[in-house]
């Protein structure tokens, strides 16, 4: 893994969910909240595209694991820079329109594009193994505990 310093990490972010492009849950079984572009415009200009990890929590809900796609997604040609968050818990309701905070501790990737969408997945699965054992690690779970997430939306 890279080091946080160079991305610009941690990173703090909040924002409303917003629709994406439908495709994570439909087209590749990984269900993605998408921030708004005002989120996506906050970032330190150290963090590339690519995929990252850390932490996530909807509204006042528990705090769960998350990887994040930062980019414009080669593999579907997408026009507009987006910022994708799989959170690490089945959740049994949409929650468009609610509140999410993140904290962003580590890199995974740089952005890439895929011969199918086959590899896209495969590598996907790959991306949420690498963040599981990098936030069970000491250094990355405190931040789960960070009183950023105390703040009730």
């Keep these: 893994m890279t080091e946080q310093k160079e991305f610009g990490l941690p990173f703090y972010g909040s924002g409303l969910v917003v629709k994406g492009f439908g495709r994570g849950s439909k087209h590749l079984g990984i269900p993605t909240a998408n921030l708004h572009k005002d989120v996506i415009d906050k970032m330190p200009e150290e963090m590339t595209t690519g995929v ?18 930062v980019g414009w997604n080669p593999f579907y040609k997408n026009e507009e820079k987006s910022m994708e968050i799989h959170i690490l818990h089945e959740f049994k309701e949409d ?41 069970d690690q000491k250094s990355c779970r405190t931040f789960s505990k960070d009183h950023f997430f105390d703040k009730h939306s």
């Design 52 to 69: 990252y990890y850390g932490w996530a929590q909807v509204q006042n809900f528990p705090v769960h694991k998350m990887v994040m796609s």
């Design 95 to 135: 929650f468009y329109g609610s509140n999410l905070r993140i904290i962003v501790v580590g890199y995974v990737r740089p952005e890439m594009d895929f011969d199918s969408v086959d590899d896209l997945i495969k590598t996907i699965h790959s991306d949420i193994d690498i963040a599981k054992k990098q936030l």
